[in-house]
């Protein structure tokens, strides 16, 4: 669902629209502690974000303002074996 969406977003132009759009990626490597850490801000984002959206919905309920159709999306997961010099890391 994720990907179809960006795809879309992508193929019409959409996602550009606003001159606010992000994209971030950050590869990187961390241990137990830094996946805790987060993890929970992940979460936080979760949580601030439906916030942002819920605030926003009332106002829009108030107003004569037009909606704009958003998909926010945040990842976190373990990547792929890159090379890495991590005992724990393997060829998948």
Request: negative net charge.
């Amino acid at each position: 669902m994720i990907f179809s969406d960006v795809s879309a977003a992508l193929g019409s132009g959409a996602f550009f629209d606003r001159p606010e759009w992000a994209a971030v990626h950050l590869p990187g490597e961390v241990d137990d502690q830094g996946w805790e850490e987060l993890a929970k801000a992940h979460e936080q984002l979760r949580l601030q974000t439906e916030g942002i959206m819920a605030r926003s919905r009332r106002r829009l309920q108030k107003s004569s303002g037009v909606p704009l159709p958003i998909n926010s999306v945040n990842l976190l997961f373990v990547a792929r074996n890159t090379g890495s010099s991590d005992s724990r890391s393997r060829e998948v």
